[in-house]
């Protein structure tokens, strides 16, 4: 009851005390064809920018920031199989999270954080449950899942899949890409190795499929939100679709939700964080993304890096960006990913003083476009 009192309040969790709150709705971001963009605004400890790109037929991708008395909460959510995942992961992670905190007296650990995710992995696991008789795909549905909670001095870090947040630390006059948190890809000699020693009894627990390595043969990532099918052996059959049925029986959950997550003491020179999903990282190196994030204005930096990562897709292809952007979504899938983005700038003195009485957020990108 406590929990539920916490997630329906959420106006209490800000107060009204603070100098401004930020309630994110579609009238607050721009739109450029299938680009949608907020070009900067601040939180507690200094300024952001958010960009999502679609691709897909329906946007497979979520992101959102929160900010208030605890800090500032980032996350990224790359769905695939389909967006009901991603949607819900946005629409509960952070209520978990939020009221995770509370019960510790405000305190922000590692354990809080990943008790959220594993809250947020069961009650979509009750969700298949009540529609497997009337909608049994939603048990191939999952997500990645990156976060990242600013809180007094500390960042912290959880990653489910692949996509990646990378820090731009400057030193000197110029400015060092630092990737802070682990993937999990199948692609990947050392998730390879780490499935493989999890299911020692499994020859094909990785196999390469069409050049590409895959769990089971079937997904590149190996941590996820969702995807019962792959942990839970009363998904795995009919009448979901072949291609996900195994051929042996499931003894134990192939796919995790337990999130790798790091503890980042912020130094001096750390300047800005770049969440993202996979689809950024297919076209741009971790050195490329921060010299444009260094290089360039603030505003408007998160809608520079996807169009930045278009530019490189499409040259890929020897065609120009002005003719990618004519291509609809679902087609557009054929040369990129959905793409989000979201740049947090640190401003060290608010860090410093460890004070949250600032701006208060609260934006997640639109459904779809």
């Not at 695939?80 to 819900?88: F, L, Q």
């Not at 890809?185 to 499929?209: G, S």
């Not at 979504?329 to 740049?343: A, E, G, T, Y």
Request: aromatic share 8%; glycine share 8%; hydrophobic share 40%.
């Amino acid at each position: 009851m406590f929990k539920k009192l916490i997630n329906c309040c959420s106006v209490c969790w800000f107060g009204h005390d603070h100098k401004e709150t930020v309630v994110g709705v579609n009238g607050d971001f721009g739109k450029d064809g299938l680009l949608w963009f907020h070009d900067v605004g601040k939180h507690v400890y200094g300024e952001y920018s958010m960009a999502v790109v679609q691709a897909n037929q329906v946007l497979e991708d979520q992101s959102q920031i929160e900010s208030g008395p605890f800090g500032t909460f980032v996350g990224v959510y790359d769905g695939h199989g389909g967006p009901d995942v991603a949607r819900y992961v946005c629409d509960h992670l952070f209520r978990h999270f939020q009221a995770n905190i509370t019960e510790n007296h405000g305190i922000v650990t590692p354990e809080t954080i990943k008790r959220a995710f594993l809250e947020t992995e069961n009650g979509f696991t009750s969700l298949v449950a009540k529609m497997w008789n009337v909608r049994p795909s939603i048990a191939t549905v999952g997500s990645c899942c990156l976060v990242g909670v600013v809180y007094h001095q500390t960042l912290f870090v959880a990653n489910l899949g692949d996509s990646r947040v990378v820090l731009g630390r400057k030193i000197g006059g110029s400015v060092t890409a630092i990737q802070l948190s682990k993937e999990h890809n199948a692609n990947l000699d050392n998730i390879r190795r780490e499935l493989r020693d999890l299911h020692p009894h499994d020859p094909q627990i990785v196999v390469m499929k069409h050049g590409v390595w895959r769990v089971k043969g079937i997904i590149q990532v190996s941590k996820s939100i969702g995807d019962a099918y792959m942990k839970h052996a009363r998904y795995n059959k009919e009448p979901i679709a072949a291609k996900f049925r195994l051929p042996e029986p499931m003894v134990m959950p192939i796919l995790s939700a337990v999130p790798s997550v790091i503890s980042h003491p912020i130094q001096p020179g750390d300047s800005f964080l770049i969440f993202a999903s996979d689809g950024l990282w297919e076209h741009l190196s971790n050195e490329e993304a921060v010299d444009i994030v260094h290089r360039n204005p603030r505003a408007g930096i998160a809608k520079r890096l996807v169009k930045a990562a278009l530019q490189e897709a499409a040259k890929k292809r020897e065609m120009r960006y002005s003719d990618l952007r004519k291509i609809d979504k679902h087609v557009r899938r054929h040369f990129h990913d959905d793409i989000s983005v979201i740049v947090l700038f640190l401003n060290h003195d608010l860090i410093s003083k460890g004070s949250t009485n600032g701006h208060n957020v609260s934006l997640r990108s639109a459904l779809e476009h």
